[in-house]
């Protein structure tokens, strides 16, 4: 049988509206994380603003985009 999937996401390209179109009302909210993919096989992602992001607590293998949105600096945080 022939395998004809596709990669449905590109990890280069991260545009936190595709996943959360309500992404610049979330002022307030910690918890701003999504998984995407099949089980044991997804990609974790974050978004933090910069200034509460701490790059010392990032899993080794993550990673990092930092992009701004509205005027909002924020990382984007992926592993």
């Not at 990669?7 to 918890?31: A, D, H, R, S, Y």
């Amino acid at each position: 049988m022939q395998n004809n999937q596709e990669t449905l996401v590109n990890t280069e390209v991260i545009n936190p509206f595709v996943f959360c179109p309500n992404f610049p009302n979330l002022k307030g909210t910690e918890n701003n994380s999504i998984f995407i993919g099949r089980p044991g096989k997804g990609t974790k992602v974050h978004f933090f603003e910069e200034s509460k992001f701490k790059p010392e607590l990032a899993p080794k293998e993550a990673n990092l985009k930092r992009i701004q949105i509205n005027g909002n600096n924020i990382v984007v945080m992926s592993y």
